[in-house]
């Protein structure tokens, strides 16, 4: 069993930079991939990035390449997702999750955080 928390959100201007985490408990955390996923208002919800559970491997969705970056604490059981050059269309809550293995379909994930919250503003 494995508990996800995402913690970092909030309100930024065009631009800015936001980091987010996703903490885990679970003895077996670092033997799963991890990834975002963000949802918008009236919007399905889709992958941003994913790290392999020894971070070897990362994947990002085209729209994030080159501004996110993804990464893993393993010591601290932590997941991060760093945001630079926040665009509007990045306005969405941001889940993390874990499965065996990246995966881009959000129903293939065992285990979910509750979501936060981030708005990009001008």
């Known amino acids: 069993q494995v508990q996800l928390a995402e913690s970092g959100g909030g309100v930024v201007q065009i631009g800015d930079s936001l980091r987010l985490s996703c903490a885990a408990s679970?003895?077996?955390?670092?033997?799963?991939?991890v990834a975002w996923f963000r949802q918008a208002p009236g919007q399905d919800r889709e992958f941003v990035a994913g790290v392999s559970w020894s971070a070897a491997i990362k994947e990002y969705a085209h729209s994030v390449q080159g501004r996110f970056t993804i990464s893993r604490d393993s010591a601290k059981n932590t997941v991060y997702l760093q945001m630079s050059d926040l665009k509007s269309e990045d306005t969405a809550v941001y889940y993390c999750?874990?499965?065996?293995?990246?995966?881009?379909?959000?129903?293939?994930?065992?285990?979910w955080g509750q979501g936060t919250q981030v708005t990009v503003s001008s």
């Open positions: 999750a874990a499965r065996f293995g990246i995966e881009r379909s959000p129903s293939k994930y065992d285990y």
């Open positions: 679970g003895r077996t955390f670092s033997a799963y991939a």
